[in-house]
């Protein structure tokens, strides 16, 4: 190879393979090369057979590959920021020698360029930021240290926000949680991969750790489509469609990993059985059922349409009633006359207790529709076939009445008719329709139905005609009885007006002197009254005046008496204040003289009279007036006493 700036002409023996442009570098751009021959390139390093290596700017600015030189290709510079790391498989040591099998971080901020051999393992990765309710399922390829805690290969932990987390190169990252927020409606399934079990957690924010999983729970493809159609069971009863009556619109499906929740209508109620535990329990509606683990709905296949066919309902409830149900039944009467009636049953179930016997007794009957219409249909055929068809039209609600509800002791149609296997009860029987079966027999009927309605509407005419003849006679007479009466009621007043005449006559000639006596009976009778008048009124003025002399006496004497008490009650308070004055005297005269004054004026006089006693030398003395006697008897007693005890006692 000749170099640059060299000018140079091929030899006779020599051939131009190539020409070769440089390669220019940057710092963003390295030339990966590799060694076809060993050799010693322009920068005096050996190069082996086969051994690849990178030429970047800190090498040369530009590079013209050797004769021994192979350009692999370009490399591009990898650039990390602070957000960002990446693993490094198969690194090079100082002396750019690959280490096999090993890995290597690198965080960022940092440039480089691969070198050969390396690869990125994932390729640039973010920094794990996770929240508070975000977590990392992390699994040891390795064992090393965790801080404190030595990972052994295989182990798996978890680690949760709120941090920033770079798995070392000995971790692999399984995946990332986020916590599942459940209101106290909802539920999860999850499922512990060591023990296997499986449970329901509802009503909390929850998240898997690194031994646990979303758990499916599979239900039976009808239940699916029960909970998925979207009908209300009570309101939508009588809707046989299979999309619930929503059209084609596509149905979400279900998450299987939630748990399943159904809502119970009012007087209705649902089975569940648990096959872990292997008991069954009865909700009551209205509630919310949330399906355990080991729980699955009691499928109802009821029977339906008209006649009744087996299967024809699909519910996961049963509604409790009242509710009616209709069903054809083909009798044959005692004449061999075979007729199509459509009942209607009233019926509703018996429940005193919403416990569990007696939630599982409803549904000890799997098909109580289709049963309690074979057991009714029963009893209209063996009754209907022992009348013939005459009675049997006449008496048609009777017979089939009598035949459900039965008769009590007085022959009167039971109220209803008790099922106990389920407690089922049938209230009412509405006869909707009875039709013949065979075409001559529905002929002989409509054309016997036909003469009915003549002969009643022949009937219902003469009878109106005959009605109205009655109501014509009646009139007749009713008017010439008026006619008699208003003739005697001419005649009456015509009496009565003779009478006013002649009365009228009588007064004219009576009516001057009988006003005369009249207008002076009626002057002495003012004159008296006028007299009684006065005189009530004199002993109203004298009552009057009786009463106020009275009144003022009373009030003379009542301030009198008043006046009195006050005096007295002053008085009172006078010599009760004087007597308290004198006695606060007393009391200062003898707080200022001071107790022991007072008793040394108290005892001056006695002391001063012993004291002039004992001057004289006496021992007692009496003194008297001369008008007061004294008892002396007692006294030589005395002193002979005082005296004897003196002496000496003999021993």
């Given at each position: 190879m000749v170099g640059l700036q060299t000018r140079s002409l091929p030899g006779a023996f020599e051939e131009v393979v190539d020409v070769v442009d440089a390669v220019v570098l940057t710092d963003k751009r390295a030339l990966h090369l590799r060694s076809t021959k060993t050799f010693t390139d322009v920068y005096n390093k050996v190069r082996k057979n086969g051994e690849e290596w990178l030429v970047t700017m800190q090498d040369t600015d530009a590079h013209i590959p050797d004769v021994y030189e192979e350009v692999v290709g370009i490399n591009k510079i990898i650039t990390l920021n602070n957000r960002h790391y990446c693993i490094i498989c198969d690194p090079v040591d100082n002396n750019f020698q690959p280490q096999l099998g090993k890995r290597k971080m690198i965080k960022g901020d940092i440039s480089f360029f691969l070198q050969p051999g390396e690869s990125l393992l994932s390729g640039i990765q973010d920094v794990y930021v996770l929240k508070e309710d975000e977590g990392l399922i992390l699994l040891a390829d390795d064992q090393f240290r965790d801080g404190d805690v030595v990972r052994q290969p295989g182990e798996r932990w978890m680690v949760r926000g709120t941090l920033e987390y770079i798995p070392p190169v000995e971790v692999e990252v399984v995946c990332q949680r986020v916590a599942i927020p459940l209101d106290e409606n909802e539920g999860i399934y999850v499922r512990d991969k060591k023990t296997g079990r499986v449970r329901a957690v509802c009503g909390q924010t929850y998240m898997l750790n690194q031994d646990e999983e979303l758990w499916e729970k599979i239900l039976p493809k009808a239940v699916e489509e029960l909970l998925s159609s979207g009908k209300d069971p009570s309101a939508d009863r009588?809707?046989?469609?299979?999309?619930?009556?929503?059209?084609?619109?596509?149905?979400?499906?279900?998450?299987?990993?939630?748990?399943?929740?159904?809502?119970?209508?009012?007087?209705?109620?649902?089975?569940?059985?648990?096959?872990?535990?292997?008991?069954?329990?009865?909700?009551f509606g209205p509630e919310l059922v949330m399906l355990?683990?080991?729980?699955?709905f009691t499928q109802l296949s009821l029977s339906g349409g008209k006649p009744k066919r087996q299967n024809i309902i699909k519910s996961l409830c049963m509604l409790l009633g009242p509710d009616f149900m209709t069903d054809i039944v083909t009798v044959e009467t005692a004449d061999h006359a075979r007729l199509s009636l459509q009942l209607s049953y009233n019926w509703h179930f018996e429940i005193k207790d919403k416990n569990e016997a007696e939630g599982s007794k409803i549904f000890s009957v799997p098909d109580f529709v289709g049963d309690a219409c074979k057991a009714i249909a029963s009893r209209v055929r063996g009754s209907v076939?022992?009348?013939?068809?005459?009675?049997f039209h006449k008496n048609s609600a009777r017979i089939i009445r009598s035949s459900v509800f039965g008769l009590d002791d007085k022959q009167k149609v039971r109220n209803m008719f008790i099922f106990p296997q389920n407690n089922l009860v049938m209230t009412s029987i509405d006869i909707q329709s009875v039709e013949p079966v065979d075409q001559r027999t529905r002929d002989s009927l409509m054309k016997s139905v036909q003469m009915a309605i003549e002969i009643t509407t022949n009937s219902q005419e003469a009878a109106a005609r005959h009605e109205a003849e009655r109501l014509e006679q009646q009139a007749k007479g009713k008017l010439e009885r008026q006619k008699i009466l208003d003739e005697a009621e001419a005649e009456k007043e015509k009496r009565n007006l003779l009478e006013l005449q002649a009365l009228s006559a009588a007064v004219e000639s009576t009516g001057q002197a009988k006003a005369e006596a009249q207008s002076r009976a009626e002057a002495a009778r003012i004159e008296g009254e006028a007299a009684v008048e006065q005189a009530?009124?004199?002993?109203?003025?004298?009552?009057?005046?009786?009463?106020?002399?009275?009144?003022?006496?009373?009030?003379?004497?009542?301030?009198?008496?008043?006046?009195?008490?006050?005096q007295n009650q002053l008085e009172v308070t006078r010599t009760k204040e004087l007597a308290a004055i004198e006695v606060s005297k007393f009391q200062d005269?003898?707080?200022?003289?001071?107790?022991?004054?007072?008793?040394?004026?108290?005892?001056?006089?006695?002391?001063?009279?012993?004291?002039?006693l004992q001057g004289l030398g006496l021992h007692s003395t009496l003194i008297t007036d001369g008008k007061t006697p004294i008892n002396l008897f007692q006294t030589a007693a005395g002193l002979l006493g005082g005296v004897a005890s003196g002496l000496p006692q003999p021993e």
């Open positions: 009588s809707d046989r469609r299979k999309d619930g009556g929503g059209g084609s619109e596509s149905v979400k499906p279900r998450d299987k990993t939630k748990v399943v929740a159904y809502r119970v209508p009012h007087n209705a109620a649902v089975q569940i059985y648990d096959y872990k535990d292997k008991k069954a329990r009865v909700v355990g683990p080991d729980d699955q076939a022992s009348v013939q068809f005459d009675e009530r009124l004199k002993a109203e003025a004298n009552t009057i005046e009786s009463a106020n002399e009275l009144e003022r006496l009373t009030n003379a004497r009542f301030a009198e008496t008043k006046y009195t008490e006050d005269m003898v707080q200022a003289i001071g107790p022991d004054t007072i008793r040394a004026m108290a005892i001056a006089g006695p002391e001063m009279q012993v004291k002039m």
